[in-house]
């Protein structure tokens, strides 16, 4: 029998040689072995079907991982015809990653989104200028809720660019992101981390993995988080999380994973500030905000426009997960995945909005503004099967590596939400707490600070999807290789309650075809040149609605049935290369992006699907070992974006929201003496707009590029006691980090963390 996927790291220090066993979820398999010494030069087999044992003689290696964990990627990274980055544990743990938000700092291309009144807070992010919110994957099953993920129990991160709905399903458009957890394997092991920090952090994590016999293990990882948010008044941050996985038959021909996941959230969110608007009476204001209008207030960015003691966000999110593997022989393996997850949200925000509205004695009617409570109880529940047989074979002279399989998801999300305003303050003075009444709005609901808004009954979505796929890589020669896939989805959606904007029940059905096409040139084993082809839909139920699963028969509304899927199709060049006997992998990539049907209101206030959005761009990666001592984990990607067709004239010819034209990252480590290590970060963020165009009486609103910078050192007390420092935000940049319609979120001031690490 062939040995089951492994792999092994040699760190050498002068005289010492320290061997560090990994788990590499790779081809679907979860199995690991111990790690014995070995004095085998650096190599990569290429093999489809299995990842052999990988040794590399430098402690760099691990800033370069080469295979993905999801077993419908057979192939090594430099040959898959697709921009895909992966931040391995490595880059997330010399980072001081505590969210998944900043574990995404470390790829190009990616932008924050804020949460609006009618979008739940949580990982919404935007890759190459689209909506990524519910594109987001655990273990290779899709993880749908709203919540904020911490990286406590993740091996890597792995976010593959371009349309991929043949691969993932719905969505997808720009991108997806699959985490992978850490799982039992076959060692004895105990990491604790206790940190402290500025801000009120506290933090500690404890990994503990037991060999229970020759086949056998389990893996314990916990987490407890709190810390006020730096350069931010009144936000604080509290989670705790738990994951433990059995593993049973490691390192034999049949195996079975048990996996749970809980992560509790107890948060005072941050709804940021207001965009200064300039339609209706706001284009009358006096000299405080003339100068601001369509940007952001002259107010200070530490500045809290919510209700102390009274907003909140609570929420828990669960995983279970079962994942049976079995190898019928060395060529043809199964993996059946089964998952059932549950999320909870219970909070009450509150978004600054200015009003517009005649002026009055009591509040300056140019500086008054609106606290409007937004109350969401929300629960969202998954249950997902996914079966993947993968097949190795040959016909003539062409190999193949055949992956073919099938999806079933049941997905419900119970949504009831309400909004109100509370109480109207002064944009400059935060003290003034006066009634609605005493500043009279058409429509206003008049509520105490202590007083939430009352809740609807429940809408209540359902999705059923079915789905079937099969993908092939054929090797033709030395020198080429074809790829291609298929996928068909079956989807089924119903909702009932007051869906949309008019009650009633509501059902819709899709059945949709997406596909990938590559062909791959291989100059040399180490490299590769390729042109592929990717498309992606979204379905009505799903599409551009940022409150969750919905339908309506409004025509006003995103989610009407009678709307058709918007499609998604992309081109994209590119080279691959892996240098320095594999250490070091460069990649270059051009991509054209275009989505059809897509969504947009006229100016009567209709949704259609007759819109056309184009993105377009170049992206560059570096990442791994330059020398012995020095790792670097770096990209960027230039965009250029444009609305070529819309039902809304005021789009035409504007770029797309949070699609910002350059983004840059650099992450990079030395180690100056044997126990001593340096690290810097700079960071750029390219200016985001808010909207894809403006109306007849609004512009467009713009956040400014800005660049951040994060260091860090760390210094190895002994073999199993080390000590690391991190500094975010070095300059204490003060900019808009998130960026929303009517409101954004400051980004986090300078801050300091202090870790201490043990090793059994």
Known sequence: ????????????????????????????????????????????????????????????????????????????????????????????????????????????????QAG????????????????????????????????????????????????????????????????????????????????????????????????????????????????????????????????ASLGLGLGTDTRFMLNYQRLEESNIPDYGLPWIPNNGTFSGRGAALVNSENKAPPVSFN????????????????????????????????????????????????????????????????????????????????????????????????????????????????????????????????????????????????????????????????????????????????????????????????????GGSSAGSFANGDDLFSYKAAVIYKPMRQGSIYLGYGTSFNPTIDGASNAGLGLSTSATNNTSTGLNPEHTSTYELGTKWDLMKERLSLTAALFHTEKTNARTTDANGLTTVGGNQQVQGLEFSITGNITKNWQIFAGTALMESKTKASSATGDLGQVLSNAPPLTFNLWTTYTIMEKTQIGFGPTYMGSRTSSNGATATSGVRTAPGYWTMDAMLSYKVTSNFSLRLNVYNLANERYIGSVGGGQFIPGAGRSAALTASIKF
């Open 1 to 112: 029998m062939h040995p089951k996927p492994t792999s092994r790291i040699h760190r050498k220090t002068g005289s010492k040689t320290l061997s560090v066993t990994s788990l590499l979820c790779a081809a679907g398999s979860l199995s690991a072995q111990a790690a014995a010494p070995s004095e085998l030069k650096p190599q990569i087999e290429e093999i489809p079907t299995e990842m052999p044992e990988v040794v590399i003689e430098a402690s760099g290696s691990v800033y370069n991982p080469q295979r993905l964990q999801s077993p419908k990627y057979t192939e090594p990274l430099r040959d898959i015809a697709q921009t895909i980055t992966v931040v391995p544990r490595a880059v997330i743990e010399d980072r001081g990653a505590f969210t998944l938000r900043d574990v995404l700092k470390n790829t190009p291309g990616i932008s924050m």
């Open 303 to 498: 500045t809290f426009y919510g209700l102390r003691g009274v907003d909140y966000e609570k929420i828990q999110t669960d995983h279970f997960t079962a994942i049976f593997e079995h190898d019928f022989t060395k060529n043809v393996r199964i993996r059946n995945a089964t998952r059932y997850s549950r999320s909870h949200r219970d909070s009450v925000a509150t978004s600054p909005r200015l009003r517009d509205d005649d002026p009055t004695p009591a509040v300056d009617y140019n500086t008054a503004l609106n606290r409007q409570q937004q109350r969401r109880l929300q629960t969202t529940e998954m249950f997902g099967n996914q079966t993947n047989l993968v097949a190795n074979f040959e016909t003539g002279a062409i190999k193949h590596a055949l992956v073919t399989g099938m999806e079933f998801y049941l997905e419900h999300q119970s949504n009831a939400n309400a909004a109100g305003i509370s109480s109207v303050t002064d944009l400059f003075n935060t003290s003034v707490n006066l009634p609605p009444s005493a500043v009279p709005a058409p429509n206003a609901q008049d509520l105490t600070k202590s007083t939430y808004p009352g809740l609807p009954q429940p809408t209540e979505a359902y999705l059923y999807t079915v789905s079937a796929y099969v993908f092939d890589t054929m090797k033709i020669g030395k020198h080429w290789e074809i790829s291609g896939g298929l996928r068909y989805d079956h989807m089924y959606a119903t909702v009932s309650g007051p």
């Open 116 to 243: 609006e009144g009618g979008t739940a807070s949580g990982d919404n992010l935007s890759i190459r200028g689209f909506s990524a919110r519910s594109d987001i994957y655990l273990d290779g099953l899709r993880d749908y809720a709203s919540y904020n993920r911490d990286p406590f129990n993740t091996e890597q991160v792995e976010i593959a660019k371009g349309p991929s709905s043949s691969t993932v399903g719905r969505g997808s458009t720009g991108g997806s992101i699959n985490t992978v957890s850490k799982m039992a394997n076959l060692t004895n092991n105990i990491t604790t981390t206790a940190t402290v920090g500025t801000s009120s952090l506290y933090r500690g994590t404890l990994d503990v993995n037991e060999k229970l016999s020759e086949h056998a293990a389990f893996r314990l990882n916990s987490m407890v988080h709190e810390a006020n948010t730096p350069g931010r008044d009144n936000v604080s941050v509290g989670r705790y999380g738990i994951g």
